[in-house]
């Protein structure tokens, strides 16, 4: 498996189960919600160029540039991409300046040319610590000097804390697969079960700002995505009531940088930025 390249379960995984939706349903409603703050807090203000790869069906791409930014989308699946651009076109329109099929560890940008690079997919899908460091690095070369990084990992206790939550772990191909992930974080979905998601690496908090700095970024800080407000087994209840939610989303911003929780939370983002040796 080593040297297999893991964009080909990637593209199978995803022709098969609609990336496009699952942010407006269900947790991944928080997790569209919170990244949404954090993108506020940290990028630089319109018309910034933002570099968003393996930006999937374009949920956060076609949101900046309703904002006002020029965003240039990059995902390996043909279908994300069409998608993307289609999303952006439908009233009001808002178009990304770009959308192409490409690899976060292969960017095809020049260098010094961006103000900002969107990484919330590919960390996660490059199994290879040697293929994270290159997409990090990519995404330093393309970046302007003091310009930022905004990466996210799946955490290392996702699946275990999703099967408790969902029951998975009554299942034992779910449980040998959450044994492996605790060992060593690589996730195989042996099954044929969607839900199980697919090939994919899972960060413990402090590898990722590990490979952030191998790639020459400087890192700022981790934080929480969802912090532990994914596993509430009553979420929708919280989240369809407005009083509910905005107390949810305080709970889960007042946590978001406690190291002693970070593990709790099914995304890490982690704030990078480039700047002088």
């Given at each position: ?49 933002i ?14 540039a309703?904002?006002g ?38 960017l095809q ?118 912090g ?33 929780v970070?593990?709790?939370?099914a ?11």
């Amino acid at each position: 498996m080593k040297n297999a390249d893991p964009l080909r379960d990637i593209i199978q995984h995803y022709e098969t189960v609609a990336e496009a939706g699952r942010l407006s349903q269900g947790t991944g409603q928080l997790e569209f919600a919170r990244t949404q703050e954090l993108l506020r807090r940290y990028l630089p203000p319109p018309p910034a160029v933002i570099f968003d790869v393996s930006g999937g069906p374009g949920a956060y791409a076609c949101w900046l540039a309703q904002q006002g930014y020029e965003i240039h989308l990059v995902d390996p699946v043909p279908l994300h991409v069409e998608q993307a651009w289609r999303a952006s076109r439908e009233p009001p329109a808002h178009p990304l300046a770009s959308a192409l099929v490409g690899d976060a560890r292969r960017l095809q940008r020049a260098d010094s040319s961006v103000d900002a690079v969107l990484l919330l997919g590919p960390l996660y899908h490059l199994t290879e610590r040697q293929d994270r460091v290159q997409a990090l690095g990519e995404a330093r070369r393309i970046l302007r000097e003091g310009g930022l990084v905004l990466a996210v990992g799946i955490c290392r206790f996702a699946s275990l804390l999703d099967g408790l939550a969902r029951g998975y772990l009554d299942d034992p191909q779910f449980a040998r697969m959450v044994e492996r992930d605790l060992r060593d974080g690589q996730h195989r979905n042996l099954t044929n079960n969607p839900a199980y998601f697919t090939t994919a690496f899972f960060h413990h908090p402090e590898e990722l700002a590990a490979e952030i700095r191998e790639a020459g970024l400087r890192h700022e800080k981790t934080l929480a995505v969802e912090g532990p407000g994914w596993l509430l087994q009553n979420f929708a209840e919280h989240w369809e009531d407005a009083g509910r939610r905005e107390r949810l989303l305080q709970a889960v911003r007042s946590l978001e940088e406690e190291p002693s929780v970070l593990g709790v939370s099914a995304h890490l983002l982690a704030v990078a930025r480039k700047t002088s040796p």
